[in-house]
């Protein structure tokens, strides 16, 4: 089965500095990687969505890479925020391109 | 307008009961989707709608799981004998029209607990 693996640690950093967040896969390199931001108590809610032949996208702070070699996704927020603080979701297309399969997610603490 | 809403936020049954969770999705969408989640996991699939008809329903772990969609708006998921390791957030999400780039919204959950 295809799995998504995220670090399930917490990450604390300060306020200012840039939070990186990993995302590893196995098997085959789905078609497309998403990334999400879920808050205690609500929803996942969509941030960035990068396809397998893109090695960048961003959004305002939020940087998103992919890497087939390394099968690798890495999460960036530049100038991060109290606010920030949240648990980030990992999420990979499923073959037939419409269902999700998530990590388990990494919560991110961010301290004034 | 409106988000994907869910009713009730918050369920608590006793194990061996029938429930029905249900989901108001965002108007004009024609996908939705059902996820379960556990607490400290990310969202599982259950099932996936396209308009009426279930598309994908891999996900429903036994068939004491179901979930309709008869006029492809609202939807309803029915657990039937209940059992405690069926406690967990059951979440929604909609979609515009279910291809690969189309952003999923998701309701707020509601919060399965058997006793």
């Known amino acids: 089965s295809q799995k998504i693996e995220q670090n399930s640690e917490a990450l604390n950093i300060q306020e200012g500095k840039t939070a990186t967040l990993t995302c590893n896969y196995t098997?085959?390199?789905?078609?497309?990687l998403q990334w999400y931001r879920q808050d205690p108590g609500r929803g996942p809610v969509f941030l960035l969505l990068?396809?397998?032949?893109?090695k960048e996208k961003r959004k305002e702070r939020l940087k998103v890479t992919f890497d087939t070699t390394l099968k690798q996704s890495l999460f960036h927020i530049t100038a991060s925020q109290p606010a920030d603080s949240a648990t980030y979701l990992c999420?990979?297309?499923?073959?037939?391109?419409?269902?999700?399969?998530f990590g388990k997610g990494t919560m991110l603490l961010v301290s004034p | 307008g409106a988000g994907v809403s869910q009713t009730p936020s918050n369920k608590v049954t006793e194990k061996g009961k029938y429930v029905e969770l249900r989901c108001d999705p965002i108007?004009?969408?024609?996908?939705l989707y059902w996820y379960r989640q556990s607490l400290g996991q990310g969202p599982e699939f259950l099932i996936y709608?396209?308009?009426?008809?279930?598309?994908?329903d891999s996900g429903l772990p036994n068939d004491r799981f179901f979930a309709v969609r008869p006029e492809g708006s609202v939807s309803t998921l029915k657990i039937q004998r209940t059992e405690r390791g069926d406690s967990a957030v059951y979440l929604c999400?909609?979609?515009?029209?279910?291809?690969?780039?189309?952003?999923?919204?998701f309701g707020p959950g509601t919060r399965l607990t058997v006793l």
């Open positions: 999400a909609s979609s515009f029209g279910g291809s690969s780039t189309d952003t999923q919204y």
């Open positions: 098997n085959y390199s789905p078609a497309y």
């Open positions: 990068i396809r397998e032949n893109e």
């Open positions: 999420a990979r297309l499923n073959s037939g391109y419409s269902t999700l399969t």
């Open positions: 108007s004009g969408h024609t996908a």
């Open positions: 709608f396209q308009g009426t008809g279930a598309a994908d």
